[in-house]
């Protein structure tokens, strides 16, 4: 686990998912907040620091795509790994071309969730060349299969 | 379409034998009544009018043979009475007569003698030395002397040699006495001879005494018996002539030639029988004939009639066997779309309702799993089972994830659907799979391939899903039995067509209107989840084409997949 705290907001509508999944990941000693719509997510942001935001794509009212693109257009710093049912896979799909790091379907592995969020953390790293190469970070193997079938 | 799998079937082969029966009863009961109905008026009239024909040969023959007798007679009784004993008596004189009456009926009379009231026969004429003999105790004098004219039965007489005598009483004095004369038996036997008909027919005279008094051509003294019951007979009852048919020696009626007929007349004031025997078989031949003729059409015709009925009834059959297949094709081909599409929508509804929640409850079982970590935890005694439970609340979700997944497919748009795939290529890397899944098992796999075909463009992901489906689909229809999987692919009408068939048990009607709905199986639980044609005709759909299924029961299934070449209205679902 990278010791360098990596701030990180999940948005999701569904508020039971949202605080479970929250909980977990701070046993885990993460940063981790979360919001319940778009709106409140580009709240947040303009207000805060973060490093990764965790979508979900379908949402009422201000839907992930729109908020991946908001977030694109004013912070490109910022990964961003979306959340889909499989209802919404077209949309990950787009999310994707908009410049997303990666997706991933509910319900989700919780060690899937822990390796995507270390791999873009790394990601992050690299790109604001702060990375050090005895770290080993770039032996990650970094995955963006795109996972369909 | 395999034939005999349909002729096996009872149905048809019963529907061949019962049309095969009612047109052979209806046709042969009226032929047979009419041909019985036929034959029998046939047969009635038939022997009426040889009936009546040897009824009218008897009677001509019968007053041939009285006229004769009464000819010869008058001409003895006018002999007697023109001349008298006293000239007659003259040897000379009657010699004189004799050889007058010889010129005129030709050798008919053989001799003349005269004679007295004793019985001596004071004159005669003729070839034998018999004047002076005594016929007193003669049984021809007897009767002779009693009536004014007699004709005698046939007998030998002081000759030894058959004759019968006619004789003319006149009177002399108070004395009768007698002029006879002998009639050649032979002149008088041709009379009754020349009756001849057919092969067995013929004539002969019979007394009272039931003695012939002709001789018959053939030896039939043995029958002798039967003719008395025809002299027993009253002639007032019969018009004169009376027709019997007797059976001689054998008892049976089957035997053909023992069967005759008797037509009978009286003469000679009903002294004598003429009677006129023939075979039936011979008098009735022509019936006979007809009925052999009547037969052998009966038997040409009505083999004739069971071998047409027996083609046509099965060449019926076969259109009736036909049209049923091509029923029970269209009404399989039916594939109600438009319920598919509101089924599948109904199913990615609660399949995306569903993982919401699922999401949750795993969330929540990760929840507790991670609690269950904490030191405060670790000496829990149900601390496994806790474990065991939780992993397997994330198991059952993640089987809900896939299944979800899968059903979502069938709306889901593809961001792939643009690749160029070459149809036949992803053919051949299927049935390269198969063939070694199938290596040694009883299924063989045929293909037919149009080569080059257009390319299209789709998923190949998709495109491969749908041909392993399908193929499997066909590979477990055959079972265990042997069979063949076949893969066409052609190009008609601007769009691919991919016939996918087996000689598998065939889908039942019932089944296949519901094969393309999700979670509709006929394999065992958890084999299979019953979404794969719905899955197939979800991705097709989703290309633009279309999928038909015809099926036959114990014939086999085809499934026909329809892709458009170049559809551009995929590209801009994109």
Request: glycine share 8%; net charge neutral.
């Given at each position: 686990m990278n010791n360098k705290p990596m701030k990180i907001l999940f948005v999701d509508d569904e508020v039971a998912?949202?605080?479970?999944?929250?909980?977990?990941?701070?046993?885990?000693?993460?940063?981790?907040?979360?919001?319940?719509?778009?709106?409140?997510?580009?709240?947040?942001?303009?207000?805060?620091?973060?490093?990764?935001?965790?979508?979900?794509?379908?949402?009422?009212g201000m839907d992930g795509i729109e908020v991946l693109k908001k977030i694109k257009g004013k912070w490109p710093a910022i990964e961003v790994i979306m959340l889909t049912g499989h209802a919404c896979l077209e949309a990950a799909g787009e999310g994707m071309e908009t410049g997303a790091f990666d997706y991933l379907l509910k319900p989700i592995d919780i060690d899937d969730l822990l390796f995507k969020l270390e791999d873009a953390y790394d990601k992050i790293q690299i790109s604001k060349g702060k990375i050090k190469t005895d770290?080993?970070?770039l032996n990650l193997n970094i995955k963006k299969t795109v996972k369909l079938g | 379409m395999n034939k005999n799998k349909i002729w096996g079937r009872p149905y048809y082969k019963s529907l061949t034998r019962n049309i095969m029966?009612?047109?052979?009863?209806?046709?042969?009961?009226?032929?047979?009544?009419?041909?019985?109905?036929?034959?029998?008026?046939?047969?009635?009239?038939?022997h009426e009018k040889v009936n009546a024909h040897l009824e009218e040969l008897v009677l001509k023959h019968k007053q041939n043979i009285d006229i004769f007798l009464q000819d010869k007679t008058s001409d003895i009784k006018i002999l007697s009475r023109s001349y008298g004993m006293d000239q007659l008596s003259n040897d000379s004189f009657l010699a004189e007569r004799l050889s007058i009456l010889q010129q005129e009926y030709k050798d008919v009379f053989v001799d003349m003698g005269v004679l007295n009231e004793q019985g001596l026969q004071v004159a005669y004429a003729g070839p034998f030395k018999l004047k002076n003999a005594n016929y007193h105790e003669a049984a021809w004098f007897k009767k002779a002397i009693k009536n004014e004219v007699s004709v005698s039965d046939l007998f030998l007489g002081l000759r030894g040699l058959p004759h019968f005598i006619i004789s003319a009483r006149q009177k002399k004095g108070d004395q009768y006495w007698i002029l006879r004369a002998t009639i050649d038996f032979l002149s008088f036997n041709d009379l009754v001879e020349n009756i001849r008909i057919g092969e067995t027919g013929f004539a002969f005279i019979i007394n009272r005494k039931n003695e012939f008094q002709t001789k018959p051509r053939v030896d039939i003294?043995?029958?002798?018996?039967?003719y008395k019951s025809l002299l027993v007979k009253k002639p007032e009852k019969f018009n004169g002539v009376q027709i019997t048919i007797e059976q001689v020696g054998r008892k049976t009626k089957s035997v053909y030639g023992d069967e005759y007929l008797y037509v009978s007349s009286f003469l000679k004031n009903n002294d004598w029988l003429l009677v006129y025997r023939q075979n039936t078989s011979d008098a009735f031949s022509t019936i006979r004939r007809s009925m052999s003729l009547a037969l052998v059409i009966l038997i040409f015709g009505g083999s004739g009639i069971i071998a047409m009925t027996y083609l046509l009834s099965r060449r019926m059959v076969g259109f009736i066997a036909k049209s049923d297949t091509e029923k029970q094709l269209m009404n399989q081909r039916m594939v109600e779309t438009s319920k598919l599409a509101s089924i599948g929508e109904l199913a990615s509804g609660v399949a995306h309702e569903i993982n919401n929640p699922v999401a949750i409850m795993v969330e929540e079982a990760g929840w507790i799993q991670d609690l269950l970590e904490e030191e405060e935890f670790s000496n829990s005694e149900n601390l496994d089972e806790?474990?065991?439970?939780?992993?397997?609340?994330?198991?059952?979700?993640?089987?809900?994830?896939?299944?979800?997944?899968?059903?979502?497919?069938?709306?889901r748009k593809t961001q792939s659907n643009n690749h160029e795939i070459n149809i036949n290529d992803l053919i051949r890397e299927i049935i390269e799979h198969f063939k070694k899944r199938i290596k040694g098992s009883n299924v063989t796999m045929e293909t037919d391939i149009k080569d080059p075909l257009p390319i299209i463009h789709?998923?190949?992901?998709?495109?491969?899903?749908?041909?392993?489906?399908?193929?499997n689909n066909g590979v477990d229809a055959l079972g265990?039995?042997?069979?063949?999987v076949k893969i066409s692919a052609m190009d008609v009408d601007g769009q691919i067509l991919i016939k996918i068939s087996d000689t598998g048990a065939g889908i039942s009607p019932v089944n296949l209107d519901r094969i393309f709905d999700p979670f509709f199986t006929t394999k065992p639980v958890g084999k299979g989840t019953g979404l794969g044609l719905f899955i197939c005709y979800g991705i097709i759909k989703k290309m633009g084409g279309k999928i038909d299924v015809d099926s036959v029961m114990d014939i086999g299934t085809t499934f026909s997949i329809y892709l458009p070449v170049n559809?551009?209205?995929?590209e801009k679902n994109l």
């Amino acid at each position: 686990m990278n010791n360098k705290p990596m701030k990180i907001l999940f948005v999701d509508d569904e508020v039971a998912f949202l605080e479970t999944l929250i909980k977990r990941l701070k046993k885990r000693g993460m940063d981790v907040s979360g919001t319940n719509s778009g709106e409140a997510a580009i709240t947040i942001l303009e207000a805060n620091l973060v490093d990764l935001v965790v979508l979900d794509v379908c949402m009422p009212g201000m839907d992930g795509i729109e908020v991946l693109k908001k977030i694109k257009g004013k912070w490109p710093a910022i990964e961003v790994i979306m959340l889909t049912g499989h209802a919404c896979l077209e949309a990950a799909g787009e999310g994707m071309e908009t410049g997303a790091f990666d997706y991933l379907l509910k319900p989700i592995d919780i060690d899937d969730l822990l390796f995507k969020l270390e791999d873009a953390y790394d990601k992050i790293q690299i790109s604001k060349g702060k990375i050090k190469t005895d770290e080993g970070g770039l032996n990650l193997n970094i995955k963006k299969t795109v996972k369909l079938g | 379409m395999n034939k005999n799998k349909i002729w096996g079937r009872p149905y048809y082969k019963s529907l061949t034998r019962n049309i095969m029966l009612t047109v052979i009863v209806v046709s042969f009961t009226p032929m047979i009544l009419v041909s019985l109905v036929i034959l029998y008026q046939f047969k009635t009239s038939y022997h009426e009018k040889v009936n009546a024909h040897l009824e009218e040969l008897v009677l001509k023959h019968k007053q041939n043979i009285d006229i004769f007798l009464q000819d010869k007679t008058s001409d003895i009784k006018i002999l007697s009475r023109s001349y008298g004993m006293d000239q007659l008596s003259n040897d000379s004189f009657l010699a004189e007569r004799l050889s007058i009456l010889q010129q005129e009926y030709k050798d008919v009379f053989v001799d003349m003698g005269v004679l007295n009231e004793q019985g001596l026969q004071v004159a005669y004429a003729g070839p034998f030395k018999l004047k002076n003999a005594n016929y007193h105790e003669a049984a021809w004098f007897k009767k002779a002397i009693k009536n004014e004219v007699s004709v005698s039965d046939l007998f030998l007489g002081l000759r030894g040699l058959p004759h019968f005598i006619i004789s003319a009483r006149q009177k002399k004095g108070d004395q009768y006495w007698i002029l006879r004369a002998t009639i050649d038996f032979l002149s008088f036997n041709d009379l009754v001879e020349n009756i001849r008909i057919g092969e067995t027919g013929f004539a002969f005279i019979i007394n009272r005494k039931n003695e012939f008094q002709t001789k018959p051509r053939v030896d039939i003294s043995s029958e002798k018996e039967l003719y008395k019951s025809l002299l027993v007979k009253k002639p007032e009852k019969f018009n004169g002539v009376q027709i019997t048919i007797e059976q001689v020696g054998r008892k049976t009626k089957s035997v053909y030639g023992d069967e005759y007929l008797y037509v009978s007349s009286f003469l000679k004031n009903n002294d004598w029988l003429l009677v006129y025997r023939q075979n039936t078989s011979d008098a009735f031949s022509t019936i006979r004939r007809s009925m052999s003729l009547a037969l052998v059409i009966l038997i040409f015709g009505g083999s004739g009639i069971i071998a047409m009925t027996y083609l046509l009834s099965r060449r019926m059959v076969g259109f009736i066997a036909k049209s049923d297949t091509e029923k029970q094709l269209m009404n399989q081909r039916m594939v109600e779309t438009s319920k598919l599409a509101s089924i599948g929508e109904l199913a990615s509804g609660v399949a995306h309702e569903i993982n919401n929640p699922v999401a949750i409850m795993v969330e929540e079982a990760g929840w507790i799993q991670d609690l269950l970590e904490e030191e405060e935890f670790s000496n829990s005694e149900n601390l496994d089972e806790f474990e065991r439970a939780l992993n397997q609340i994330k198991a059952q979700g993640h089987r809900c994830k896939k299944i979800t997944r899968k059903l979502l497919s069938f709306a889901r748009k593809t961001q792939s659907n643009n690749h160029e795939i070459n149809i036949n290529d992803l053919i051949r890397e299927i049935i390269e799979h198969f063939k070694k899944r199938i290596k040694g098992s009883n299924v063989t796999m045929e293909t037919d391939i149009k080569d080059p075909l257009p390319i299209i463009h789709g998923s190949n992901t998709e495109l491969q899903q749908i041909f392993l489906n399908l193929i499997n689909n066909g590979v477990d229809a055959l079972g265990k039995t042997d069979g063949i999987v076949k893969i066409s692919a052609m190009d008609v009408d601007g769009q691919i067509l991919i016939k996918i068939s087996d000689t598998g048990a065939g889908i039942s009607p019932v089944n296949l209107d519901r094969i393309f709905d999700p979670f509709f199986t006929t394999k065992p639980v958890g084999k299979g989840t019953g979404l794969g044609l719905f899955i197939c005709y979800g991705i097709i759909k989703k290309m633009g084409g279309k999928i038909d299924v015809d099926s036959v029961m114990d014939i086999g299934t085809t499934f026909s997949i329809y892709l458009p070449v170049n559809d551009k209205k995929n590209e801009k679902n994109l």
